[in-house]
């Protein structure tokens, strides 16, 4: 069983790592990191295992290679990049989208008829190139054929997470998943980054009021996409938010307070932007997450302004 894992950063090298025990994995990577980890192995710590791994690394597959399944862990902004880039390996080849946000998938759909969601809910931060600590864990990662179903393909994928030592599970609601976990990112990553704290900092009844109206608004837009999620009601979102996901993630600082800070271009397009673009769609109005999408792209120019004239 080969694998590619296409635009293998802080998530891809670690399922690469923990895959590699069990099937030939080639992370397709930037060179800094494919250059340390063929100098001394990828170094993972933290709740997968602390070890040192070592597979094949490159920022290219070579042209004759073939693949029984090719997984994308890039951003999400990189994935239409990427499909355009590696669309000879990944025409008529399983792809699964281990991403955030909403839209990877359909993307991913223009280039092979098998396409397989993914949800995963751990943390993973960079240390050193080369080197990823795993943080927390809020629940299982989720894989199901796109956009529900389930295949032999699935079955396979799934089978070869278990036998790598992942909490994984078989899902036949993948989008329903997928709008459950951009729930979550919607909710908690654009303030946790405008604030610069981690997910804890947020039970605040302050950042409450603005989080129940951003999922309020969400799940407006979900019920005219026809999703079904495992919450009927924001309500009852709100309620596991705040006594399920926000404690068992509360050291963490999200995915886009990372970006800002090291100067980089956000996901927001694809989570609160997703949701305003949307609602749009439906006649649905979403003012509190357009608000929230203003002010990060407000941000980013920022930071991009700033580094423009820095340099
Ligand atoms: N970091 C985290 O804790 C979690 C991240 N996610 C999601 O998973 C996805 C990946 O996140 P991270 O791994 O944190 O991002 P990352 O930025 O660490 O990794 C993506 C890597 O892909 C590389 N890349 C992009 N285009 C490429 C190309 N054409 N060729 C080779 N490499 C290329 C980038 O340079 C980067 O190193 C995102 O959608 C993120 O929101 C989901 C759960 C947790
Ligand atoms: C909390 C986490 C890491 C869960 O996967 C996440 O989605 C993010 O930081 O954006």
């Not at 070592?54 to 920022?59: G, R, Y």
């Not at 990427?82 to 909403?102: A, W, Y």
């Not at 938010?241 to 993630?249: A, E």
Request: proline share 3%.
């Amino acid at each position: 069983m080969k694998i590619a894992i296409l635009g293998a950063g802080a998530v891809g090298l670690c399922i690469s790592a923990k895959l590699s025990k069990i099937c030939e994995v080639h992370a397709v990577c930037r060179q800094k990191h494919a250059k340390a980890i063929e100098k001394r192995g990828f170094v993972m710590t933290g709740i997968w295992g602390e070890s040192n791994y070592s597979f094949k690394c490159s920022e290219m597959p070579a042209e004759d290679e073939k693949f029984d399944f090719i997984i994308i862990t890039s951003k999400s902004n990189a994935t239409r990049e990427i499909c355009e880039q590696f669309k000879d390996f990944i025409k008529d080849t399983p792809v699964i989208s281990l991403q955030n946000g909403i839209g990877n998938e359909d993307i991913i759909k223009e280039f092979t008829d098998c396409v397989i969601g993914g949800m995963i809910i751990t943390g993973f931060e960079w240390q050193d190139d080369g080197y990823v600590h795993v943080s927390v864990q809020a629940s299982p990662i989720k894989l199901g054929l796109y956009p529900k179903g389930t295949n032999e393909k699935v079955k396979t994928i799934v089978s070869i997470f278990q036998k790598a030592g992942l909490d994984i599970l078989e899902e036949t609601n993948i989008s329903g998943a997928i709008w459950g976990k951009t729930l979550y990112n919607a909710a908690l990553n654009p303030l946790g980054a405008v604030m610069k704290v981690p997910y804890g900092k947020l039970l605040d009844n302050n950042a409450m009021e603005i989080i129940s109206e951003i999922v309020k608004e969400a799940f407006e837009v979900s019920k005219a996409e026809k999703v079904t999620m495992d919450w009927k009601t924001a309500e009852e979102y709100m309620y596991y938010l705040k006594n399920n996901q926000i404690p068992s993630t509360a050291e963490h600082h999200s995915s886009m307070y990372q970006d800002l800070s090291i100067g980089k271009k956000t996901e927001i397009d694809f989570i609160n932007g997703y949701i305003v673009k949307t609602g749009k769609n439906y006649g649905i109005k979403t003012p509190v997450n357009s608000t929230v999408v203003n002010l990060i792209k407000l941000k980013e120019n920022l930071i991009l302004d700033k580094t423009a004239h820095e340099n």
